[in-house]
């Protein structure tokens, strides 16, 4: 009985050293993808950049390019978040929530110039009052959700025993 014992454990080390090496060659794949999409990302912000510059941007393009930078950064931080997981072994939801932080502002910010652009409106249409109210009840919500999560990004921080952010390193080097 020892024997069956010893080689269960033997099989399952061996199996839980294969499915490790699998999720880190997976884990280091997909950084590798998202790294190219955030270098494709920044190339496509920097010329969005270039031509507001040149344009002397509106409002619509200015909007376009904080747009992109702010993908660019949820794009970084998912990333951050791989890195981390390969790291530590472990998923933190800190990164999640700051991407989410991340996307629910960008909505904010296209909401508020469709929102201005309705009410520069020369016709005033029962159609564009709609939009306008849904626009402000989407405004409500995506605000008690940044704060929700602001929140918890807090409660985190306050959880953790050295106060530091998920991720960062201890002096010793590990995760």
Known sequence: ???????QGRLTRVASAIF??????????LGLLL????????????GLTWEALRALG?????????????FLLMLIEI?????????????????FLIVGLIASI?????????SSEIMHAKDWSPEKQALFQASMIELGVLAGLILTMVFA??????ARDDGRPAGEENPSGEA
């Open 1 to 7: 009985m020892s024997d069956h014992s010893e080689d």
């Open 20 to 29: 490790m090496h699998t999720e880190h060659a997976i884990y280091a794949a």
């Open 35 to 46: 790294a190219l999409t955030a270098l494709v990302a920044l190339i496509d912000a920097a």
């Open 58 to 70: 509106g409002a619509q393009q200015i909007l376009e390019v904080v747009d992109r930078l702010l």
């Open 79 to 95: 990333l951050h978040t791989v890195r981390v997981s390969m790291q530590s072994g472990t998923l933190t939801c800190e990164p």
């Open 106 to 114: 960008r909505r904010v910010l296209v909401i508020t110039l469709q």
């Open 153 to 158: 990004i807090f409660l985190l921080h306050r």
